[in-house]
């Protein structure tokens, strides 16, 4: 079993809709979740921490459930450009701070 | 603030060559990461600097793999001799503190021919 698992799509969505990711982890001992988003060719970018009250910013809304190690990301009102890879990452505790990378969902949102 | 630096951005070698890769991270970040990604998989982990000390190296894939950070400011990656199963993107990342986010560069994509 991978330790981040997600489904890696591709999403295909019309600009406006609402589109949810879910990703599930295998260490119970996590410390801490991100969700960040890497364009095509380019570097992984933080798009938000994920916080066990959830948090949102802007169009876009993480949630994460200790209970069954799972983690989401809805994203509101879609544009073009957030046509790219989400990444689901997760943090153990007691390590060196390293993360543990999902293997990415890609969505692409069309006109 | 500048980011996170690599180079080369692109590098194509022939199976056996080796290569070094380099990265600056953002000043004053102790912490510096090294991970890769191969083709269809997600990006893994190779190692951890904190300052100029290795804190963990239990991604590093084998023995053709030599990392260095001397002085604790920019750090090295060198592939020697470099087989196929190398060929990926190879990021580094740096944090001001090991629980902090990550700030990745823009990663070195290497081919191993």
């Known amino acids: 079993r991978k330790e981040v698992e997600q489904d890696p799509g591709p999403f295909n969505v019309p600009e406006g809709a609402t589109v949810a990711f879910n990703c599930t982890y295998s260490?119970?001992?996590?410390?801490?979740f991100f969700w960040y988003r890497q364009d095509c060719r380019k570097e992984p970018k933080l798009l938000m921490s994920?916080?066990?009250s959830g948090n949102e910013d802007g169009r876009f809304t993480a949630q994460l459930n200790r209970a069954s190690q799972y983690i989401s990301l809805l994203i509101r009102d879609s544009k073009l450009s957030d046509s790219a890879t989400y990444l689901c990452?997760?943090?153990?505790?007691?390590?060196?701070?390293?993360?543990?990378f999902g293997q990415g969902t890609t969505l692409q949102v069309k006109p | 603030e500048a980011g996170v630096t690599q180079f080369p951005s692109h590098s194509v070698i022939e199976k056996g060559q080796t290569v070094t890769l380099r990265c600056d991270p953002i000043?004053?970040?102790?912490?510096l990461y090294w991970y890769r990604r191969v083709m269809g998989k997600e990006i893994k982990f190779l190692l951890h600097?904190?300052?100029?000390?290795?804190?963990?190296e239990s991604g590093m894939p084998n023995n053709r793999f030599l990392a260095e950070r001397t002085g604790g400011t920019y750090s090295t990656l060198k592939v020697q001799p470099a087989e196929l199963e190398d060929s990926g993107v190879y990021f580094c990342?740096?944090?001001?503190?090991?629980?902090?986010?990550?700030?990745f560069g823009n990663g070195t994509r290497l081919t191993v021919t």
């Open positions: 990342a740096s944090s001001q503190l090991n629980n902090s986010p990550l700030h």
């Open positions: 260490n119970s001992a996590s410390q801490s």
């Open positions: 994920v916080y066990s």
């Open positions: 990452v997760v943090r153990w505790s007691g390590n060196t701070g390293k993360l543990i």
């Open positions: 000043s004053g970040h102790d912490n």
């Open positions: 600097f904190v300052k100029e000390s290795k804190q963990d």
